[in-house]
């Protein structure tokens, strides 16, 4: 049974950091995409970033370029999403989800797990 726990949310400040964590089992992590997604209240799901196999393609949505970072560390079945510089607008329910596909994509469809997600609160 494939299990992907998220954790690291929580309520901060503008210009706060958060350091999301995913937890993976169940599956060889090894071999598949690991994407963060995103949902704020009334929103649709919307693609946050992105991080191949072995970590060295990665893809991030154009409004967290330059203040997250995806990584993963295989050895522990874990993927991360450091957010520094957090705003308002980046308040959310944050989800990992993993795709056994080759490709790192941003569609949410395409992920064939996910997890129950992680609240991230940011306030102004």
């Known amino acids: 049974q494939v299990q992907l726990v998220e954790s690291g949310g929580g309520l901060v400040q503008a210009g706060d950091s958060l350091r999301l964590s995913c937890a993976a089992s169940?599956?060889?992590?090894?071999?598949?995409?690991m994407g963060w997604f995103r949902q704020a209240p009334g929103k649709e799901r919307e693609f946050v970033a992105a991080?191949?196999?072995?970590?060295?393609?990665?893809d991030y949505a154009d409004f967290v370029k330059g203040r997250f970072t995806i990584s993963r560390d295989n050895a522990k079945n874990t993927v991360y999403l450091q957010m520094n510089s957090l705003k308002p607008e980046d308040t959310a329910t944050y989800y990992c989800?993993?795709?056994?596909?080759?490709?790192?994509?941003?569609?949410?469809?395409?992920?064939?797990?996910w997890g129950q997600g992680t609240q991230v609160t940011v306030s102004s």
């Open positions: 991080i191949s196999w072995g970590g060295s393609t990665t």
């Open positions: 169940g599956l060889t992590f090894s071999s598949y995409v």
């Open positions: 989800a993993a795709d056994a596909s080759i490709a790192v994509r941003r569609i949410p469809t395409r992920y064939d797990f």
